[in-house]
């Protein structure tokens, strides 16, 4: 899988490059690299440094509280309602099966990869784990928060399975569109198979990693190849292990929160995931 990732981002920077040289923003530099970027005026060593933390960002604190449903208030502002008309125009919307459950469904799975974007798109996400904003890495926390949201969907059964469907679908237009946008316009078809590969590859290894027979670690070691290492490294970096073990709390307490989140919020998209914007240290470690 990582093999395939390496061979799809350098084909995918080198098309970029010919077309408008914007092919060298798609895949930066490794966690590592950014955290060595940061200190240009200190001399070479052995190892790369960790990008430094704000004050209010202590990674060994964070995500350790009790998982809760991320169900929106019913007062909420951010909440999205279904359209309700009246009279001749509810006549015609229900004629053209605007009311039909399909219809429904790709609404509310709208409306959810609207709270998956948002989530991945906003700079908190990145400033919390130390993460260079590129398409690799964006692409990587799509996956892994397509795959928190289809992995709660599924235990709704068949109802769950085919709204998922109806997700990935917009998931794989909006893809489409940052590949473009990123610079990539020749053989798009071929690289967005890549990356459907890519994205397979992923989910079955979350899956595994989150399994009752799996170890402990094996959620971070995942993490770690699929967010952070660019360099196919198995073992996970001394300057990433913090984040990558924080990564880890907050996709298990996600994917537990979403767990406890009702069916109508998850179908209807009424549900946020954990904000990260106002992270601070008073997210405690329990003790022993």
Known sequence: MLLRWRRAASHLS??????????????DRSYAKVSAATAPSSPPTSGP???PSSPEVRLNAMFW??????TLAPNSPLRVEEPQFEGIRRIMLTLLLFYSEQSKSIRGANVVYRR????????DIYDVFHLERTFKTTFSLLVLHMW??????????????????????IYNHDLELRVSKAGVNLLLTKWMKELEKIFYGNIIAYDAAMSPDAKHDDLANVIWRNVFSDDGSEIINDTAATAVQAMARYTRRESTSLSLTDKEAIFSGNFMFTSLGKQTSNQEKPTK
Do not use: H, T
Not at 65 to 70: D, F, R, T
């Open 65 to 70: 509280s009790k998982p809760c449903s991320l």
């Open 14 to 27: 080198a098309l970029a490059s010919q077309q408008n040289r914007l092919g060298a923003c798609l895949f």
């Open 148 to 169: 928190l949201f289809l992995r709660r969907s599924k235990e709704e059964g068949k109802e769950g399975v085919k709204f998922g469907q109806y997700l990935y679908e």
């Open 49 to 51: 440094k960790r990008v």
């Open 116 to 123: 998956i974007k948002y989530q991945v798109d906003r700079p």
